[in-house]
């Protein structure tokens, strides 16, 4: 069988954005880094992929509606912490973060975005962990000419370094959000609990 080093589709580029939805009582988000144009010309069509464990994922397949907020580089990492490392279904994500309405009634961030773009889902396509949200565009614009917040950009200067436990523990740190498992060996499908990777983007704590 040929060798498959995950790693290596850390070189696709991929932005990062911030989905909002409502699920008819609260607002609620999540970070993303799979929103990708696939028509230029009317209709516009944008697919967005979501992992089916996060609430938001929920709420899309109720609603049928979504805003994909582009994140800029002026984002700090408390804007990730607030809807990228916890659950939707038991917190209010929104609380602390300001916003404005558009015509859909979905949040739109009021700051760290340069675009936002409303979507309406107009196809599903099941890919066992996640779903492919294929959307029409009903809503869209500019909101300032800040550079955009990319995935590479984030790990290299929002992301915090993880920094392992100093006691000589056994464990392994998630490559991806620095989530520490304590314990030897990882068991082979551990998910991390915070950004929902496998065990293959774990590596041991040295």
Do not use: W
Not at 77 to 98: H, N, Q, W, Y
Not at 140 to 148: G, L, P, R, T, Y
Not at 184 to 198: A, N, Q, S, T
Request: charge should be negative; glycine fraction near 6%; include cysteine.
């Amino acid at each position: 069988m040929a060798n498959i080093d995950a790693t290596a589709l850390f070189n696709i580029s991929y932005g990062l954005y911030a989905l909002t939805v409502n699920d008819g009582t609260k607002d609620n988000g999540l970070i993303v880094n799979t929103a990708v144009q696939i028509t230029s010309n009317s209709p516009l069509i944008v697919s967005v992929t979501v992992n089916k464990a996060n609430y938001s994922h929920e709420v899309i397949q109720k609603t049928g509606k979504l805003n994909i907020n582009c994140l800029s580089v002026k984002a700090p990492f408390s804007v990730f912490e607030a809807l990228g490392f916890r659950s939707g279904r038991d917190t209010d994500k929104m609380k602390d973060i300001s916003f404005t309405r558009s015509e859909n009634g979905l949040a739109v961030l009021s700051e760290n975005v340069n675009a936002f773009i409303s979507l309406e889902v107009i196809n599903e396509v099941d890919v066992e962990t996640h779903t492919v949200f294929i959307c029409r565009v009903t809503e869209s614009a500019v909101i300032n000419k800040d550079e955009s917040m990319t995935y590479s950009y984030y790990h290299k200067n929002v992301k915090p370094k993880p920094q392992p436990k100093l006691e000589a523990k056994k464990g392994y740190i998630c490559k991806i959000c620095g989530y520490v498992y304590e314990g030897d060996p990882l068991p082979e499908d551990f998910v991390c609990p915070l950004c929902k990777h496998g065990a293959e983007d774990f590596e041991p704590i040295e």
